[in-house]
């Protein structure tokens, strides 16, 4: 006999990274360098600012850390032209999503989303017992707005939209955001997961900052994983309301940001030329990655951040497993509703020609 865990435990699927390369290496005994291309982080590594500072004060990490994140919510706060206390930071985004639900959601309330969203805040909304109410993306792949507003009711607490879309890489525009965000009513909290903001060049990207200075009941989420090349440290920040802020700050664990990761934090934000170059090594990717996938014939969704969604004839977990014995990581997005794709980070120009060459090989198979 066992302590019985809370009965709805039953409907939570726990998350499933992508695969770590020591993980690859271990099973499969491989010699070659493996390359992961599984997760999105930024093929250029970490911010070498960020680096010198950690190696400055590693020293001090007998320390607890400042529980107050003081320094770092500063530096966020002067960035966006905030007060301190509408800034947040948490060990990565997804711990920001995770007491999202926790402070605000109970088992007669509903989490709206798209049904092939990043799926953290389904299962932080299944993990309270709440109702998950998934609504069909449009044709071209993109968050149907329109739908997302008919279907809020009175259950509706929380409506989570990650912009770009995690597997897809498709954005929601500034005009029709806007517009979105003015019909939602006011005890609806909507989170707009940014985590590839930084990678993103077209105007038409929403301001979303604006949406907090109109008074707009939202929190905005962005990370230190992807373009700063932090994501082992674990750091991520959400802009929001004081009060909104104050309820995620009762539901989580003391020093929950470590004291590395806040001055790596700091550090980072000053490192202008770090993101400018891995900006730049995305683009040249989208460059060649997109002829060379269109000479496979292999349909993709051209992307707004730093991962293509691949989609395949047959399962794409064969052509997952042929590619990890090349010593290749990708992606598979099954758990997403998408059993014959693959997500793909884009990598360094080396790596993508590699990417390419195993894919000649495994897909002519
Ligand atoms: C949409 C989205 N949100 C959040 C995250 C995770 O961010 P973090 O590493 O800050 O928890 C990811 C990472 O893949 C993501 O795609």
Redo the contacts with the bound molecule.
């Keep these: 006999m066992l302590p019985l865990p809370r009965p709805n435990l039953a409907n939570v699927k726990p998350y499933k990274p992508g695969k770590p390369i020591e993980e690859l290496i271990r099973e499969l005994k491989l010699k070659g360098e493996v390359i992961k291309l599984a ?2 982080e930024n093929p250029l590594g970490a911010s070498p600012k960020a680096i010198a500072a950690i190696r400055k004060f590693i020293a001090e990490s007998y320390l607890y850390p400042d529980d107050n994140v003081y320094y770092l919510r500063q530096a966020l706060a002067k960035k966006f032209k905030l007060d301190m206390d509408w800034v947040m930071v ?8 995770y007491l999202a639900c926790l402070a605000y959601l109970r088992p007669e309330d509903e989490l709206l989303v798209s049904e092939h ?2 799926i ?1 805040a389904k299962i932080g909304a299944r993990v309270m017992d709440s109702r998950v109410t998934e609504i069909p993306l449009r044709d071209d792949y993109t968050h149907d707005l329109s739908r997302i507003l008919k279907s809020i009711n009175s259950a509706t607490k929380i409506i989570y939209i ?6 897809l890489g498709t954005i929601v525009k500034k005009r029709e955001l806007g517009q979105f965000i003015e019909q939602v009513p006011e005890d609806v909290l909507v989170i707009l ?4 903001y930084e990678y993103i060049a077209t105007k038409d990207y929403p301001d979303s900052i604006k949406y907090l200075r109109d008074g707009k009941n939202v929190m905005i ?6 373009i700063y090349g932090l ?1 082992g440290l ?3 920040y959400g802009l929001s309301k004081p009060e909104i802020i104050a309820n995620l700050m009762k539901v989580r664990y003391p020093f929950n940001v470590n004291r590395l990761a806040q001055i790596a934090g700091i550090a980072a934000l000053k490192d202008l030329r770090h993101a400018q170059r891995s900006r730049k090594i995305n683009e040249a990717g989208k460059k060649f990655l997109y002829p060379e996938l269109k000479k496979l014939k292999l349909f993709f969704i051209p992307t707004y ?1 730093n ?1 293509i969604f691949v989609s395949f004839v047959e399962d794409s977990h064969v052509i997952y497993e042929r590619l990890l014995r090349l010593g290749v990581i990708t992606r598979t997005v099954k758990e997403y509703g998408f059993p014959n794709a693959l997500r793909i980070t884009i990598g360094t120009p080396a790596q993508n020609r590699r990417l390419i060459e195993a894919l000649k090989q495994v897909v002519r198979r």
């Design positions: 997760s999105n948490g060990d990565g985004s997804v711990e920001l999503i969203s990043f953290i990650d912009n770009p879309i995690n597997p997961d940014e985590a590839y989420l962005r990370t230190y994983s992807k994501a674990r750091l991520g951040a991962f």
